[in-house]
């Protein structure tokens, strides 16, 4: 018994320590099949959205996702805790007389407690060890427990970091996409004089963004779980916004930063697919077209009015399909794990966007009757 305690105590602990290390240390994708981390997330996403399920209002259910990265995060940093202290308890259980309260020998309720004081660094003394070897694991786990607080210190801003300049990005995106962003308004409101190297500066600086996000993500899953400010901006609506106007300009519009449309979609392409690797999320094809074939029509004939013109022909929309067969599967994959609306390629005129609404817009609008104005390039 006393060695099953042993190594089953040694292996909660190196395991956890290992799972602890990769998840918050290791900055790489991890291929292995199991992790307890991803097997953490996986699981408690899908009951957290079972759960959310029963909840009537499509706002609230929102509201409540938005807690699942932050409370997750801090779910299993508690899990990862409670393990070690099990481990811990084992190895002192495993000494057979190894602990002491009032000249008598305990059991594993006082093991247990006896680790969990001691992984805090609490020291209250009513339980001591005896002999070296207990004596030795007091000190490695008091010192693990110092190194646990020290990691989660460290990793928390960075992990804030990384999110802040995910989430920047995003809100710089509104004014120049729409809320939410879709290609049309994109090439819309770049439609004016130099607008075509405005264009290939947002491009050029989407595509670090694009690498930015696959390195963080890559690292921290979790940010993937963190929501945006807004109900209809994320991190993947963007993405597949940014993705939608590469492809348009490399298919459809000539002499408009091809080369750097092309650069900006391989690398937004190369986060969709690893992302939808890491969650295990296999590429779907959409239920309905997301451009069909009359939007397509509205799309070149509105863009024409603003004398930016796209090709026409059977060709052009053969291209335009290939490269949508690139991407749409794998961020609708991800789309429907992570409850994330993917944005349409033309938007609601009638919509404002975020920068033009406050908290006030809908009690002034009910009291004066004002209507919702879509936002114009005129306007800036």
Not at 40 to 64: E, M, V
Not at 293 to 322: F, I, P, T
Request: positive net charge.
């Amino acid at each position: 018994m006393s060695i099953f305690l042993t190594i089953t105590g040694i292996f909660v602990i190196l395991a956890v320590l290992w799972d602890g290390f990769e998840t918050m240390v290791l900055p790489r994708r991890i291929t292995r099949r199991f992790r307890f981390a991803r097997f953490f997330y996986r699981t408690a996403w899908r009951l957290w959205s079972l759960l959310l399920k029963t909840i009537p209002s499509q706002g609230a259910r929102g509201t409540y996702r938005a807690l699942f990265g932050p409370l997750s995060l801090l779910l299993l940093l508690c899990t990862w805790a409670l393990s070690l202290v099990v481990g811990f308890s084992l190895l002192y259980l495993s000494t057979g007389s190894g602990l002491i309260a009032d000249g008598s020998h305990l059991g594993f309720g006082e093991a247990l407690y006896m680790s969990g004081t001691t992984f805090f660094t609490l020291g209250l003394g009513d339980v001591i060890p005896a002999g070296s070897f207990a004596r030795a694991l007091t000190v490695i786990e008091a010192g693990m427990g110092y190194g646990f607080l020290a990691v989660l210190i460290g990793h928390l801003p960075s992990l804030n970091q990384s999110f802040s300049n995910r989430e920047v990005n995003i809100s710089l995106l509104d004014a120049r996409a729409g809320s939410p962003p879709t290609a049309f308004e994109i090439l819309y409101r770049h439609s004016h004089d130099y607008g075509i190297e405005t264009l290939r500066q947002l491009l050029y600086d989407w595509e670090r963004w694009s690498a930015e996000l696959l390195e963080s993500h890559l690292s921290f899953p979790v940010l993937a779980y963190y929501r945006s400010q807004h109900d209809n901006q994320s991190w993947l609506s963007a993405l597949t916004a940014v993705l939608d106007v590469s492809a348009l300009v490399i298919t459809g519009i000539k002499g408009a930063c091809e080369h750097q449309a092309q650069l900006t979609f391989a690398m937004a392409r190369h986060a969709v697919v690893d992302l939808a690797f890491i969650f295990k999320t296999p590429p779907r094809t959409p239920i309905e077209d997301r451009l069909s074939n009359d939007d397509l029509l509205y799309l070149r004939n509105a863009l024409a009015a603003e004398n930016v013109k796209l090709k026409s022909g059977e060709e052009m929309k053969e291209k335009l399909r290939e490269l949508r067969r690139m991407y749409e599967p794998y961020v609708y994959a991800l789309s429907r794990y992570l409850y994330l609306a993917l944005p349409p390629w033309i938007s609601d005129a009638d919509r404002k966007d975020d920068w033009q609404k406050s908290a006030w817009d809908r009690v002034r609008g009910v009291q004066r009757g004002e209507g919702q104005l879509g936002i114009k390039k005129d306007h800036f």
